[in-house]
Each structure stands twice: as C-alpha cells, then as structure tokens.
C-alpha cells in the first residue's frame, strides 16, 4: 500500500541481500575468533565497537564475496590490513549515521515495518503478502524474525539521511546529454600490425646464452612441491542427511507452535486516496478533506462505480490503476487508523473518509477470509525439513568445536578426532597446490595452512579451516615432495623457443615504433610500410578483439579535432599494432527517457560522491580513534 518498496529501491536490494547471505549465528562459530571479544578496535567518542562486531561485520563481508565468487573465492583477502580497515571504516561509517539520525529523531514503527516487509517481493505471492514465504525465507539462512526486524528497522531508520544524499540531485539535461553523447561516441580504427612471428627466423640463440638463462632464472624451471595428505571433511549438509527426526517430535512441534500455522483473519480491501501531507497548510487538507467527502458520498450512492472512479481520482500510485484494490491483508499490515477502520467493516460496507499520515481514504470492503489453521498433514514435511536442518546446525556446532579441539589436542593424527566424530580419514594423490585447493573447494587458506614449512617438517594437523557455509576441513602431510630444479638438458629446447620469441617480440617492438614515427612525421602508410586492415567502429566501454584496455583508453583521448592520428601499443602476439583513428562518430539524437535515465546515473554518481563527503565531515567532527594492534590481532 501507498506505494514504500517501489520509492526504496536501494533499500530493497540490500533488504535481499540480508536473506540471500548465508548468516551465521553468534556462538556456532565462535571457533574462529581469537582474542578478547570485548576488547574494541575503534572508539568513536564514548562510543566503542568491539572486536566481535568487527568480525561479525568481516564475516558478513566473507560471505558476500563468497557468494559473488564462488570457488575464485580466496578468505586470504581477508587478511590484508587494506581489507580490514576498510571493513572497520564502514562499519564507523554505520555507527556516524545512526548517531545522527537518533540525533534528528528519525524512527520506523512497527506498522511501517510490517508494510514495508509485506510489500517485499520475496515475501510474496501472487502479488499477496505470503507469511508460510517469509518464514520459509527466514529459516532457509537460519535467520530469527526478531533477527531480520531488527536489521531492517535500521536500514529503514538509515534511509531518510543516505537517500536525501544520494538520491536528492538534480542533472541538467544538457549534463544528461552531454554524458550520453560521450559514453556512447564511437571511433572508427583501422588497424595495421607488425607479427613477431616471421622475424623469429632471424633470431639466433646458441646453447651457451640458453644456459646462462637458466642459470639466471632457477625458479622458473622446476617441478612444483607436490605432497599427499590425508584429510577430514565436516559438513552440516551430512549430518543433516544423517539426523532422524521422531513423527512424535514433529507432532509436538505443530502443537507446541499452532499460531506458526494459522492464517489470521484476512481482510481485502479497496481505497480512494486524496493524498494531502500532515504538514500541509488546513486550507490544503481542508480542500483534501471536503474532496474525500464527495468522493465517498459519490460512491455510497453507486458502490458498482467504486473501482472506475478509484482509477480516476485515486492518488496511490501503487493501486489506483486496480482499481484501488488493496489485495488480502491480515490485521497490522496497513497503517493504524486505516487497520482499525477496514476491520470494523462489514464485506460490501464503504467507510470513509478516514484520516492517515497519507491523506483521505474511502474504503472498501470486498471480503473476509477467516482465520483457519493449516491442517498437520500440510505442514509435516515442512517441520520435519525445519528440525532436521536446526539439529543439523546444532550438531555441527557441537562438532566443530570438537573437531578444532581434537586436531590442536592430537596434533600428529587426524585418527582420533575421525573416531570421535564419526567421519572417514580421506586420503588424497600427489597434489600440487593448486590440485590440493580443488579437494578443498577453492579455498587458499587451506592450502598455506597444509604447505606451511612448520606443517610439512613435522607433519601436524592444520587447524579446522571454514572451506564455506557449514564446511569445515583440517588435514595433515602423509608425504612431501619438495620443488626441484628440472635439468638443463631437459629444459633447453624449451628456453630456446622462449628466448627466440623474445628477441623476435624486441625487433617487432623496435620496428613497430620506427613505422609509427614516421606515420607521425606525415609519412603516408606505403611510405612508412605497413598496411592497415578494414575500419572498424569501437565503443569507449565494449571490448574489442585486438584493442587492448590501455590501447582503447588512448583511442578516445585523441581529440576529434585532431582525426587522423596514431596510437602504436604492444599486442597479445608479441608484435606490436599501430592504431589510425579516422574519425569520431557521434551516437543519434537521444530520446527524452533515455536522457532522464542518463541524468539519473550522473545524479546517482554525485550523490554518493557527496554522500561518501557527508560521511567525512561527520568523521571529522567525531573523535574517531582507531585501535591498530586490536585492529591487526588474529
């Protein structure tokens, strides 16, 4: 209703993120912390942010890129300083804001929540609001509703202030236009080339500069360290295939939390909303008002006329061309004096008009869907997939904590922590690095820890490595096979061939920029030697075979005014291109909705740029201090 999701857009999509990441609780995981959790790693005046907020902020981080990554996924980012005090300073940033919008008093009510999550898409279905999806949404991360309320209220406390910022500028269109006409000129490049290849024939290289080469280069010449590991895999997604659920339990769960399975009473409804806002001058809600009252006159003569004249006259962008039709709501999810309005009403009855925040409403009640509890034989698979994975999180919990101590405890097997927990000692080949990485699912950690020189010397088990949501692996070294330089006479054809395209690559070089000097000089093309190939049109922003980034970055530097000209850059082959730029082609006439969207992007641009400055000027009033031991302590 009232249209809340379509203008927080930006909000929605970080409200998607909150349920798409895999989330984890506090305690489950307290395995990977180190240090004192209360200890704080920033002050912001009197106020502190702990180490555990920190890492729950660098958790939450992990996940997201895990997602967006998957097995390219390295957790060793994340041990970069850069990346740890940038995730410190957004979660400051954070802090900065909140204090500043409880500073001006901004607030969410619970009925501004519960519209807002109700008019959420992945909350819904079939355009209605659908309590069995949220929850099921919910559970699937296993994510609380107080949980997710309370981030929500925050981000929806947050977005008066960030989106006044980042959404409040106006573009010119001249600046729209003027964007747009850059970002999608084109250029018309011919392109001429002089190969490496066919000057590698004149490239002589004898065996004594090969050695030398070799000799000058040991590392780039020998077998990989390989080492054969035995290793144990503890997934939550095992033990919830192995956890067994009692039909007794089941039964009791649907018992014991009936209301979880009861729709509440539904009403649907219909409205005709004369917006007029609450600080409004009276003669503007007065005129609202006396509008509102011979709208619901109008329609309690002619109920049948309701929704024609709800297309007409309604200003709820978000239901006016319905009809007005509100859809089925369950009691709260509208605003309170409309809630309390449609649910005094009896079906076919129109009521109004009734005063809100938004303005006047005649209302309409279509319908009554009682309450009703869904029957157990509904729900059964339900409970028993909620209680399988919650005792699977559980056991994995528990596991972890015990496969963490058992692999410090008994450090020279892995034998002991299998037999306790249950889980087959894997043994893998002869790895390299990057073989070991794809046993454990991508992930670099892993394979420092394994590869270490303390763990290859004596042979210890690596800790229990996080390899993903509810996957953890320790291994140790059963055989080790150190790198070694490969001989000489084995490698020399191999040097050969790369020492002859190096050199053939130098005299390409040099030749390629003598052609291109002489081009600058006003040699024609047959003069200075080359032969470009076909014009072709290339983009600032697409890709284009044979143009390399920085070559392209070039192309559109060159000053239309100054057509024809030339950019020589080496190339992929080991030869060298020489770009002529014949000429600027400028993109059509833009339309007025592509030109409105162009200023959109410019305006969205400087809005995070002013945004990103607000934010420092709150910083810099702060007394912002920074802990960097705590900071850096693993």
Do not use: C
Request: charged share 25%; no cysteine; glycine share 6%.
């Amino acid at each position: 209703m009232f249209d809340i999701v379509s203008k927080h857009k930006t909000l929605v999509q970080i409200v998607l993120a909150l349920i798409t990441l895999p989330f984890m609780f506090f305690g489950a995981y307290d395995y990977f912390r180190a240090g004192d959790p209360a200890a704080e790693v920033a002050t912001i005046g009197s106020d502190k942010v702990s180490r555990a907020e920190f890492e729950a902020a660098m958790r939450e981080q992990q996940d997201r890129m895990r997602q967006t990554l998957g097995r390219n996924f390295d957790p060793t980012m994340f041990d970069s300083p850069e990346v740890k005090y940038a995730v410190l300073e957004n979660v400051v940033n954070q802090r900065l804001l909140e204090g500043k919008a409880k500073q001006q008093a901004f607030r969410v009510s619970d009925a501004q929540l519960q519209q807002f999550i109700a008019e959420m898409p992945a909350f819904q279905d079939n355009g209605r609001f659908s309590p069995d999806r949220y929850r099921q949404a919910l559970a699937n991360q296993n994510m609380t509703s107080a949980i997710f309320e309370d981030r929500l209220r925050r981000e929806l406390t947050l977005s008066p202030l960030q989106e006044s910022l980042e959404l409040g500028n106006i573009v010119a269109r001249a600046s729209g236009e003027r964007y747009l006409a850059l970002l999608e000129q084109r250029r018309e490049v011919a392109i001429a080339t002089v190969d490496a290849e066919p000057l590698a024939k004149d490239v002589k290289v004898d065996d004594a500069q090969a050695k030398t080469y070799y000799e000058a280069n040991p590392d780039a010449f020998r077998t990989p360290e390989q080492a054969q590991f035995e290793y144990l895999l503890l997934t939550q997604e095992a033990l919830a295939g192995n956890s067994v659920v009692d039909a007794a339990d089941v039964r009791k769960q649907y018992a014991e939390n009936a209301k979880a399975w009861t729709r509440p009473e539904e009403r649907s409804a219909a409205h005709i909303l004369i917006a007029v806002k609450p600080d409004a001058p009276d003669d503007q809600k007065a005129a609202a008002k006396k509008k509102a009252e011979e709208i619901a006159a109008q329609v309690k003569a002619n109920p049948a006329k309701f929704a024609e004249l709800a297309k007409q006259v309604s200003q709820d962008p978000g239901s006016a061309q319905q009809g007005g039709d509100l859809g089925s709501n369950p009691r709260g999810t509208m605003v309170k004096p409309f809630d309390d309005a449609m649910f005094a009403m009896k079906p076919g009855e129109i009521a109004g008009p009734v005063q809100t925040d938004f303005g006047w409403h005649v209302i309409k009640l279509n319908a009554i869907a009682p309450a009703a509890t869904r029957p157990f034989d509904e729900v059964k698979g339900q409970i028993e997939s909620d209680l399988r994975r919650q005792r699977a999180a559980q056991k994995f919990a528990d596991a972890a904590d015990k496969l963490q101590n058992l692999v410090y405890e008994q450090a020279d097997s892995l034998a002991g922590a299998a037999k306790e927990l249950g889980l087959p000692v894997q043994k893998s080949p002869l790895a390299t690095r990057s073989e070991a990485q794809e046993i454990a699912r991508g992930n670099a950690k892993f394979v420092a820890a394994l590869f270490a020189p303390e763990s290859v010397q004596a042979k210890r088990n690596t800790e229990a490595i996080e390899i993903g949501p509810g996957a953890l692996i320790a291994g140790r070294i059963v055989e080790y096979k150190p790198a070694a330089p490969r001989p000489f006479d084995e490698v020399k054809d191999e040097i050969h061939r790369q020492l002859v395209a190096k050199g053939a690559s130098e005299v390409a070089q040099k030749v390629g920029r003598e052609k291109l000097a002489l081009l600058e000089q006003g040699k024609s093309a047959k003069d200075a030697g080359v032969t470009f190939g076909r014009t072709v049109a290339v983009g600032r922003n697409q890709a284009q075979p044979g143009f390399p980034p920085d070559a392209l970055t070039r192309i559109f530097r060159v000053d239309p005014a100054k057509v024809p000209q030339y950019i020589g850059a080496g190339n992929e082959r080991g030869g060298y291109s020489i770009f002529k730029v014949e000429k600027v082609v400028s993109p059509a006439e833009p339309d007025a909705a592509r030109v409105a969207a162009s200023s959109s992007r410019v305006g969205a641009q400087i809005g995070r740029e002013i945004y990103m400055a607000y934010v420092g000027t709150l910083k810099a009033k702060a007394d912002v201090k920074i802990n960097q031991l705590a900071l850096e302590k693993k």
